[in-house]
């Protein structure tokens, strides 16, 4: 049976070799080699640690490996996971870490390859590592110390400044809490968390969001609580888009880009049972994950169906919706705390794609809100391209619809201060959540 580091190997190989996310194969491996829950947390530590700061290790390991023949890919990622532990887990000693690597390296290669093991991290072990000081370009600092590319930072820092995108690479690296949503139309905050508290965990009150409950550790959707339909995994910045909506007792609503069913659940629940949320997502396995989440809480008022929303002019009638809500497909660079792989797969013509994607999308729903009602577009991302830049040309060709000033009132003061123009940009170090954008926007009478 493969010990903890082996399976780390196995699983970075696989995220490199397959393009798969670390976040779904994670999973896959505690389940599929039935990892015991003490093991589970160095695993998961170690693959997602060594993920996000690749870029950082792999200048750290560049002199030692120097006069090396090239390494098979599994002997690199041998010496990365080694090198993460002995730079970044402290519990961990150095000749735990350096005998383990050299153990896993006589059982996958042979005496020679664990030679070279040996040989690098005893050498990194006496030398150091060397200074970050030694680049002096100060975007290719930032890009080495927080493990991103370059184009993405000087992209960032073109948007933001070198301050802000600073802050904002560094805040990738932290570890995110699990924070999840009440469900008020059943319980209030304070019975849900008191519920939680007697189940043994540690929950404190949200800072962002009103609905909000954040997990000091652990999973809440294990607890009874949770399978009780009161809660909804789900991050505090995301809470903030369906009340954003300003929904009203008996709205019908059209939820356009909507799997998993966080933000459509939360618009069933603020319509307390009432109304109508109509949800479509492209594949109907997503569907079923709608379904899913409303069913479990006891939502009777969400209908899901697999449909492109670019084409769903074919299935409603023009100024059929009260709201429209266009959670729109995008890189989800705000959400790289949670996807660290996010940060390498994506380059800047992806980018580019994605937001003729996000402007086809509320070109083709627009149409469907009633006059004097409202259209939210939001993304989980932190690049003007993919927002402010995809509001601003859809307005120039939709001059019936503008940017809603009554926008701030709907959405918690904590938040105020990030709100411009009836659009909202959270960046991830503003309330340790994910990055974020919202605009309301409103359609003339």
């Known amino acids: ?33 039935k990892v015991q829950k003490k093991d589970a947390g160095l695993f998961t530590e170690i693959v997602y640690g060594t993920v996000q700061r690749r870029m950082t290790i792999d200048y750290y390991l560049a002199p030692f490996i120097a006069k090396q023949k090239k390494l098979q890919d599994w002997v690199k990622i041998l010496l990365n996971i080694s ?36 040989g690098v991290l005893r050498s990194i072990q006496r030398n150091g590592v060397r200074s ?3 680049i002096t370009d100060e975007i290719e600092k930032i890009s080495i110390a ?28 932290k570890p995110p809490f699990q924070t999840a949503r009440v469900n008020t139309h059943k319980a209030t905050v304070e019975e849900v968390m008191e519920m939680l508290i007697d189940e043994g965990y540690n929950v404190v009150k949200g800072e962002v969001s009103p609905y909000a409950i954040v997990l000091k550790q652990g999973n809440l959707a294990y607890s009874k609580v949770y399978k009780k339909g009161l809660l909804t995994i789900q991050d505090e910045s995301s809470m903030l888009v369906a009340p954003s909506l300003g929904v009203e007792i008996g709205q019908t609503v059209y939820d356009c880009c909507a799997a998993p069913g966080g933000k459509t659940t939360h618009i ?10 109509f949800a479509t997502d492209l594949h ?11 069913t479990r809480l006891g939502l009777t008022n969400i209908e899901a ?5 670019r084409k769903v002019q074919d299935i409603f009638e023009h100024e059929s919706f009260d709201k429209v809500l266009v959670d729109a497909p995008c890189s989800g660079f705000g959400v790289i705390r949670r996807k660290p792989d996010l940060k390498y797969a994506k380059s800047a013509k992806d980018i580019e794609q994605l937001a003729t ?45 503008s940017l809603d000033a009554e926008f701030r009132n709907l959405i918690p003061e904590v938040a105020h201060k990030y709100v411009e123009n009836g659009m909202l940009q959270i960046l991830p170090h503003y309330f340790n959540s994910d990055g974020f954008f919202i605009a309301r926007l409103k359609r003339q009478v």
């Not at 259209?375 to 690049?383: A, E, F, H, K």
Request: with cysteine; hydrophobic share 40%.
């Open 357 to 401: 994607i996000q402007k086809n999308i509320l070109t083709h729903v627009a149409p469907l809100v009633n006059k004097g009602g409202t259209l939210v577009y939001s993304t989980c991302t932190i690049d003007k391209e993919e927002n402010m830049e995809v509001v601003s040309e859809f307005l120039k060709e939709h001059p019936h619809f």
């Open 132 to 134: 970050l000081d030694e």
């Open 146 to 173: 927080t493990s991103h590319p370059k184009w993405l930072v000087e992209k960032w820092v073109e948007q933001y400044g070198l301050e802000q995108t600073t802050l904002m690479c560094e805040q990738n690296l």
């Open 1 to 33: 049976m493969k010990n903890v580091r082996e399976l780390a190997v196995d699983a970075l190989l696989s995220i490199e070799k397959n393009q798969s996310y670390s976040n779904l194969l994670l999973n896959h491996y505690l389940d599929q080699h």
């Open 284 to 294: 109907e396995h997503k569907v079923k994950l709608i379904v899913s989440q409303a």
């Open 83 to 118: 090198l993460y532990q002995m730079l970044y887990l402290d519990r961990i000693p150095e000749r735990a870490v350096i005998f383990e690597a050299v153990e896993i390296a006589k059982k996958r290669g042979h005496k020679g390859v664990a030679s070279v093991v040996n």
């Open 268 to 277: 069933g629940e603020l319509l307390k049972g009432t109304g109508k949320v």
């Open 305 to 309: 169906k697999a449909y492109d929303s």
